[in-house]
């Protein structure tokens, strides 16, 4: 999982509710990005950001939103506009001068009831 | 759009057998290619990735990667397959116009039976 970490592992929540999920990198990466995995569906972009304060949205960003106020964080807020938010949520990063492969986090499992 | 097709569900092998998992993918310009691994309840892991230069790409655990420009593939292989591989494989691309985001084939569930 590298340099990468997110909190917490499971995260219990009732409907209506917004929860923030964390992402911290210690590997000086300029892009983060937020993935959403489902069972038989691959892993889906929600969010990206190329650099400090600006983010673009990815193929899922509604009911979502994050901030990118510093280099080493991107943390994901999950509202109560999403529909469907139960899903294993995972954070990346990746160098944009070498390489483009992106390093993730552990991943956060999100439940809500 | 750049996209990945990864067209089994699971794959079966037994021990010590050679392993393939497939990919194929459909890109404009040249591709940047790249396999992860996922063990249960975890994040991915980079195994290789092809950018440019020799077909056979070598990366991580003994795994390596043909890249076929002809057939559009970059199936990854193993020569032995051990009962630790077992695990989730994605297959992924990079859409340079995305903040170089990466396209994920749906993931290829490996086997390895002892």
């Known amino acids: 999982d590298g340099g990468i970490t997110q909190s917490p592992k499971y995260l219990f929540r009732k409907e209506g509710q917004n929860v923030t999920l964390s992402c911290e990198q210690n590997?000086?990466?300029?892009?983060m990005y937020w993935y959403r995995q489902d069972p038989g569906q691959g892993l889906r972009l929600i969010y990206y950001s190329q650099i400090v304060n600006d983010f673009q949205k990815g193929d899922i960003a509604e009911g979502y939103s994050v901030s990118r106020e510093k280099k080493e964080s991107f943390p994901l807020t999950v509202t109560s506009a999403q529909k469907n938010p139960t899903a294993f949520y995972l954070c990346?990063?990746?160098?944009?001068?070498?390489?483009?492969?992106?390093?993730f986090g552990p991943g956060t499992r999100l439940t809500v009831t | 759009a750049q996209s990945v097709a990864q067209p089994e569900d699971q794959v079966n092998v037994a021990e010590g057998n050679p392993l393939t998992v497939k990919c194929t993918y459909s890109?404009?310009?040249?591709?940047?290619l790249f396999w992860y691994v996922q063990y249960p309840n975890r994040g991915l892991q980079f195994l290789l990735k092809y950018i440019t230069g020799d077909n056979l790409v070598k990366g991580s655990y003994g795994f390596e990667a043909e890249f076929n420009k002809s057939q559009t593939s970059f199936h990854l292989k193993k020569p032995s397959a051990l009962v630790s591989d077992s695990a989730l494989y994605f297959c992924a691309v990079r859409e340079k116009e995305y903040g170089n985001k990466l396209v994920f084939g749906a993931g290829t569930i490996l086997r390895v039976k002892s």
């Open positions: 590997l000086n990466h300029d892009a």
């Open positions: 990346a990063s990746s160098s944009l001068m070498r390489g483009y492969e992106q390093y």
């Open positions: 890109v404009s310009g040249n591709p940047y």
